[in-house]
């Protein structure tokens, strides 16, 4: 399914649970171009300047990559804990990002409510694994106070290569089809076409 369309059907599944935060494509109808809570880009943004700097990468040789970046078990942060709470989360959560980003011509997004997009420049399927799987390990260290004591996230990410010319859509499929890898295995990893050539390899 292209990504588009799987934002779309998690939209209509906001409306079923009652969720009550405005939504990334929310936003977009309001023709916003950055997400408020964090700063990123959303998504109709990620999808505006993605293509260009994918070109640019292609034209220049060289290599960039898609991830994206899903807090596990979100809808059950949401229940557990109040709206600031999970507020700080997100912040917390996308200023790890910013930081492990900063100084690259990397772009990030918020993609959906617990979905963060990276397009990484300069890095290719093996480098950009290894810094996911820093970004992973950093972000699982991460604790939070809430009335209960404390409390850490973990999060899943897919990570897709860009190796020819194609619709930045299917980058970003490509990205989620890892991560649904990711989730499928029990979550709190990073899964890519490199993680798959090493357990193949043993």
Known sequence: MPYLQSQHFRETERLT?????PSPVQMEGANLTADPLTGFANLKEFYRVGPSLVGTCLSEGTTC??????IDYFRRLNDTHCEETVAEVLKATAARLE??????????????????GLLLVGLDGETATDFCE???????????????????????????????PETFDNYLNAAE??????KSYGRNQVFSDYTIVLQAAG
């Open 17 to 21: 649970y009652g969720w009550a935060a």
């Open 65 to 70: 990559a898609t991830a994206i970046v899903d």
């Open 99 to 116: 930081a492990a980003c900063n100084g690259g011509r990397h772009l990030l997004a918020r993609l959906d409510d617990e979905e963060f």
């Open 134 to 164: 820093t970004l992973r390990l950093e972000i699982a260290g991460m604790r939070f106070g809430s009335g209960d004591g404390e409390f850490s996230i973990t999060v899943s990410i897919g990570l897709a290569e860009v190796c020819g």
């Open 177 to 182: 089809q890892f991560l649904f890898m990711a």
